[in-house]
């Protein structure tokens, strides 16, 4: 016992090893070779380290970035989770040893590890630079710009406006370096969009949460009516809308669903590259879903109405606050400003969408909107070109809602009529099998006739009964609501 | 090294004018009645040769004709140099709705935007369906300094014409230096002025 208590307090003599991180003090085992004060250095940053990647908010971190750490961090977390999983505390121990620098340049070693991990991800874009000066250039400029937006970005006393000015500002930069600056002559075309992505890849990596939730905080009004308004538009369908979209087709379903997760992915996207790529995913699901429908020209007069469709159904979350994103920080090509734009339109036609948009009397839509039964809508096509006879169009309306009435309640009457021969049908067999004496549905009832029988005898009826609940007692939870109503549904 | 300018130009029309039609006959040459292989024809870009050292790359925007998306066009007008309104000469209707475009684009971008005027379905010209004068709409385009031609996309007859008439007046507004310029960000739709009657396309036009 006592021996014991000296290894471990007085070993640091005994191995005489000094502190890992050559600090001049002696080290100890039970700090991993470190002495005590740079062990609670190494030990203290890693936690820190560790938390962040746990994105944990309760932190003493998160205090100093309040209310947009949580997101960011679980952001962070899930994008290094890409990367490689590993146990940042040993590792950083581990290093900490190797290098034996002071704890702080440690931790600033594993650090740039990290980011030299997503560097090379990004440098990928720049894979078709020829020159190497030219891409050094690049890196260079990005890095500063990007150091300087990112204190921006985390000091909340900088307004959203000055950070939308300082990137295009930078854009703007790079892009006429590219083509005025000498190093870049032998340079592909291409390389403008390359570079693009690259920028898009570095910035949006570190400050993308950050910059949306400032936008998702501004326009959280904007997002949530239009969430409202798209819940309390559930019922529109592709004919009030003027489409030719035909969901009765399976093939044009799927593809309808499928553009609709493009849409709703929008949103998880962190680059406006990958936002516009989700679009432009949504845009050619929709081409195909025409296709399969109608097999004509995809034009405006097909693809807007279709679009607004699929906003409908795909309710996208935060929709306005990523039109917004896009707006202020994409660089889209020509192909995609447009397709931008008609989404920017639906989402602006579903938010003044009225009566006469649909199709409809006001009357009608107000009914819909109430959640109140309307007209079915296979007949909606009917009304759907202007006849001027008003008194017959309300006339044959009326006719219409009443024959689906009908036709309505023929159905539940024809099923009342096979419910009811079922029913029948198992009282004759049952009482069959009572007659025959060979009953077996409930077993209480084959007794029955037994009781009949000895009519007058009391005792052999409750020894009779006395079995029964003897038997009662082996089945399984008789009263048990479940079993209840499964032998309702047996009856 | 000389890239080639661009500019952007919006169709707008009724339904069923053939504004896809004349667009598609114009970027790829092609006419199809009843389509077998269908094409997306909303965005198209076709690049002309203006003349020896100029060319333009046209970037067409397609608009829905039908009356209930009337009020998203200016979300698609906006910073485009230039627009062709299309109407059916077989139809005095569409006409009608193609001096309403007109009258709209003048309202918003004064004498900025380059406009032309395409009477469409010129091959239905001869028997009776012709409802549409060539005179009336000679002299309206006039008095509106428009670029007023007859076409038919099925034909073929003035399509290209009307178009290159158009980007060579673009052309001839705006140096190409200008027009190398990428029309300027995507829109962004400000909330706090909900009609953005024409200002936001500030930038897209210097």
């Known amino acids: 016992m006592l021996k014991s208590q000296s290894t471990e307090t007085v070993n640091t003599r005994l191995d005489g090893e000094f502190c890992r991180n050559a600090c001049g003090f002696y080290g100890n085992k039970i700090w991993d070779g470190f002495c005590s004060k740079c062990y609670r250095e190494v030990y203290q940053q890693a936690k820190q380290i560790q938390q962040s990647y746990d994105g944990k908010s309760n932190t003493p971190i998160s205090v100093t970035t309040p209310s947009l750490s949580s997101p960011l961090n679980n952001l962070n977390e899930r994008r290094r989770s890409n990367i490689i999983i590993r146990n940042p505390i040993r590792q950083m121990v581990n290093r900490a040893g190797n290098l034996r620098s002071s704890s702080s340049s440690v931790i600033s070693a594993l650090i740039n590890d990290e980011q030299t991990v997503e560097n090379e991800t990004a440098s990928k874009h720049l894979d078709i630079m020829t020159t190497d000066d030219a891409r050094i250039d690049i890196k260079s400029q990005v890095k500063t710009f990007a150091n300087n937006f990112h204190k921006k970005c985390s000091n909340k006393n900088v307004h959203l406006d000055t950070l939308i000015q300082d990137y295009g500002t930078f854009k703007d930069t790079i892009k006429k370096r590219i083509q005025t600056n000498s190093i870049y002559r032998d340079e592909n075309e291409d390389l403008i969009h390359r570079v693009r992505d690259y920028v898009e890849s570095i910035i949006f990596s570190k400050d993308y949460s950050l910059i949306f939730n400032r936008i998702a905080i501004e326009c959280e009004e904007q997002d949530l009516s239009i969430q409202n308004r798209i819940s309390s538009l559930h019922w529109v369908t592709p004919t009030m809308l003027d489409s030719v979209l035909n969901e009765d087709v399976p093939n044009v379903r799927e593809t309808i669903y499928k553009a609709m997760n493009a849409l709703i992915e929008l949103d998880a996207k962190t680059t406006p590259q990958g936002k516009i790529h989700s679009i432009m995913e949504c845009k050619s699901f929709i081409e195909e879903a025409l296709q399969s429908s109608s097999g004509i020209t995809i034009n405006a007069d097909r693809f807007l109405p279709a679009l607004i469709y699929v906003v409908l159904r795909a309710k996208p979350p935060r929709l306005h606050s990523n039109i917004q994103f896009l707006s202020h920080f994409s660089q889209p090509n020509g192909e995609q400003l447009y397709y931008l734009a008609n989404l920017d339109s639906a989402v602006r036609f579903i938010g003044l969408l009225e009566a006469e948009h649909l199709g409809l009397s006001s009357n009608d839509f107000s009914l819909y909107m109430r959640g109140e039964p309307v007209l079915p809508s296979k007949f909606v096509s009917v009304f759907d070109y202007s006849l001027e006879n008003d008194v017959n169009i309300q006339q044959f309306r009326q006719m219409s809602i009443q024959y689906d009435q009908i036709e309505h309640n023929c159905e539940k009457f024809n099923e009342n009529i096979l419910d009811f021969n079922r029913r029948l049908m198992q009282t004759v067999t049952d009482i069959n099998e009572l007659l025959n004496g060979s009953y077996t549905r409930f077993s209480y009832f084959e007794q029955i006739p037994q009781l009949i029988k000895c009519e007058n005898n009391v005792k052999n009826i409750n020894h009779i009964l006395d079995q029964s609940t003897t038997d009662n007692e082996h089945l399984p939870e008789p009263l048990a609501p479940d079993i209840v109503i499964q032998q309702n549904i047996k009856q | ?206």
């Open chain 2, 1 to 206: 090294m000389r890239r080639p300018g661009q500019f952007k130009m919006v169709l707008l029309g009724e339904s069923a004018v053939g504004k896809s039609s004349l667009a598609l006959r114009f970027a790829k040459g092609q006419y199809q009645e009843h389509a077998e292989s269908t094409i997306g024809a909303a965005f198209l870009t076709h690049t002309l040769q203006i003349d020896s050292d100029t060319s333009l790359k046209v970037e067409l925007w397609d608009t829905a004709g039908q009356e209930r998306y009337h009020s998203l066009a200016p979300m698609y007008y906006r910073g485009a140099q230039a627009a062709l309104v299309v109407y059916d000469i077989t139809n005095s209707e569409s006409l009608r709705r193609a001096k309403m475009w007109v009258k709209e684009l003048r309202q918003v971008n004064a004498g900025d935007m380059v406009i032309g005027l395409a009477g469409n379905k010129a091959d239905l010209a001869t028997g009776n369906k012709r409802q549409v004068d060539t005179r009336e709409v000679a002299e309206y385009a006039e008095e509106n300094s428009l670029i007023f031609m007859e076409t038919s996309a099925k034909r073929g007859d003035n399509v290209t014409e009307i178009f290159m008439n158009v980007a060579k007046q673009v052309a001839a507004k705006q140096p190409t230096s200008t027009l190398n310029k990428p029309h300027g960000a995507f829109p962004p739709t400000k909330p706090k002025q909900k009609e953005g009657s024409g200002c936001c396309g500030g930038d897209s036009k210097s």
